[in-house]
C-alpha cells in the first residue's frame, strides 16, 4: 500500500517570525483515517493548509496522492476534498446551488454532478432542505453539506480541519457515521484534526500529536496509551478484613498497590493480563473476589503526558485563523 500524504521536514515560518510547523515529517497510508490532534495554536490549522495548498511551505516537502504541494498545486486540489470547522457554505444560495457551484468548480460533468447532487443529498438527509437558503440552516445541516460539498468530486485525501467542533453529541455522531460511510464504500484516505480525543480514538487508525509546531508523539491510539503505561485495575474482594497488599503486590505486572474503600487500586501495565493473575492469586489465597474493573487510560491522558497540557474540549479554534483561512478559501474559491 503506498502513502497517501507524505511530510518531510515540513516547515511554516509566518512573517513576522512565528514559525507555527517547525520540522514535521509523517506519513498516511491510503485508506487510513490519520488524526492530527494538539492544544490551540499547536500548528494543526497550519499544517492542513499546506498540505491543502492554502498557504505554501517555508521549508521541507509534501506530497499528497504522490504529487507536491509546491510543484503542482493545481493537480493537489482536484485530488483533495476540504472541509473547515467554519462555515465555507454560500448563505445566501440553496444547499443545493451550493453542491452545483462545488461540482463546477472541480470539473465534474452536468450530467455526473446531477447524479451525486441527489444521492449526496439523500444521504446527508437534505433532501428537503435543499431547495433552503443555506442561511436558514442548523450548524449540523451545514457541516453536512459542507461534507457534501468537500467529496463530491470523489477525492483521494479528504481532509477535515475540525469538522465537529461546535456540534452537539448527536451532530457530532452523525457526522462521524457519514465519514465511515465514504471511507467504507470509496477507501478515501482520511486527515482529520479534532479537539475530541474520543472520536479520535474511534475513528483513527494512527494519530499524530504536535505542539509548538513540533510532532511530540505518533502511534495508533493503542500504542500511544500502551507508551504512558498506568492501566488500572480496581478489585474488591468479598470480605474486607484480610490484607491483601503484599499478595496483589506480587502479581506480575502491578506497580503499586493501594487499599481504597473496602477494594484495592492497581497501578500496572497492561492490565488485561493482570485482571486474571490477580484474581488468581486471591483464589490461592482463599479470598473471593466480588469485583474487579479495569480502566486504560484514555487519549486525554495521552495527550496531558506528551503536551504538559489538558486537553479542553470546549476550546474553539484559534482567533487568528477563523478570518485567515476563510480568506485562503474564499480566494481559493474564486
Ligand atoms: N497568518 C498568520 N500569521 C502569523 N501567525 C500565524 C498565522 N496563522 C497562524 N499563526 C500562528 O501559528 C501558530 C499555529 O496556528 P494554527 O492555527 O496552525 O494552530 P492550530 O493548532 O490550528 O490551533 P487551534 O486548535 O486553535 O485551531 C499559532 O501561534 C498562530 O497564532
Ligand atoms: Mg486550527
Known amino acids: 500500500m503506498s502513502d497517501a ?12 517570525g512565528v514559525r507555527a510547523v517547525d520540522g514535521v515529517s509523517f506519513a498516511v497510508r491510503e485508506g487510513e483515517a490519520f488524526g492530527f490532534l494538539g492544544p490551540n495554536g499547536a500548528g494543526k490549522t497550519t499544517t492542513v493548509s499546506l498540505l491543502t495548498t492554502l498557504l505554501r511551505p517555508t ?38 446551488e451550493n453542491l452545483e457551484i462545488s461540482a463546477a ?44 460539498a468537500g467529496i463530491l468530486h470523489r477525492p483521494k485525501v479528504l481532509f477535515l480541519d475540525e469538522p465537529t467542533l461546535g456540534l452537539d453529541p448527536q ?3 452523525g457526522l462521524w457515521e457519514y465519514v465511515r460511510e465514504i471511507r467504507k464504500e470509496s477507501g478515501t ?41 498506568g492501566d488500572v485495575v480496581t478489585l474488591v474482594p468479598t470480605d474486607g478484613t484480610a490484607d491483601l497488599t503484599p499478595v496483589l503486590a506480587r502479581v ?58 489538558a486537553f479542553r474540549e470546549d476550546e474553539g479554534p484559534s482567533a487568528t485563523d477563523t478570518a485567515l483561512r476563510m480568506n485562503q478559501f474564499r480566494q481559493r474559491k474564486r
Do not use: N
Not at 433532501?127 to 453539506?145: D, I, N, P
Not at 474520543?198 to 500511544?224: F, M, N, S, Y
Open 252 to 309: 506480575p505486572g502491578v506497580l503499586q498497590v493501594q487499599k481504597q474503600d473496602g477494594g484495592y487500586r492497581l497501578k500496572c501495565l497492561r492490565g488485561e493480563s493482570v485482571v486474571p493473575a490477580a484474581v488468581e492469586a486471591c483464589f490461592t489465597a482463599h479470598i473471593a473476589v466480588a469485583s474487579v474493573a479495569l480502566k486504560k487510560p484514555s487519549l486525554d491522558e495521552v495527550f496531558l503526558e506528551f503536551t504538559g497540557r
Open 189 to 229: 484516505t482520511i486527515f482529520v484534526t479534532t479537539h475530541y480525543l474520543d472520536e479520535a480514538d474511534q475513528l483513527c487508525d494512527r494519530v499524530a500529536i504536535i505542539d509548538h509546531g513540533k510532532i511530540v508523539a505518533a502511534g495508533t491510539p493503542a500504542e500511544l496509551k500502551e507508551k504512558i503505561g
Open 59 to 96: 521549508g521541507g516537502r509534501a506530497l499528497v496522492d504522490g504529487i507536491d504541494v509546491v510543484a503542482d498545486p493545481g493537480t493537489v486540489r482536484r485530488r483533495i476534498g476540504l472541509v473547515f470547522q467554519e462555515s465555507t457554505a454560500e448563505d445566501e444560495l440553496t444547499g443545493r
Open 5 to 16: 500524504v507524505v511530510v518531510e521536514q515540513l516547515e511554516k515560518t509566518f512573517p513576522g
Open 171 to 173: 451532530g457530532r455522531a
Open 105 to 148: 468548480l472541480y470539473g465534474v460533468s452536468r450530467s455526473d454532478a446531477q447524479k451525486r447532487i441527489r444521492d449526496l443529498l439523500e444521504r446527508m438527509q437534505l433532501v428537503e432542505a435543499a431547495g433552503r437558503l443555506v442561511k436558514t440552516y442548523s450548524g449540523g445541516m451545514r457541516r453536512r453539506l459542507e461534507l457534501a
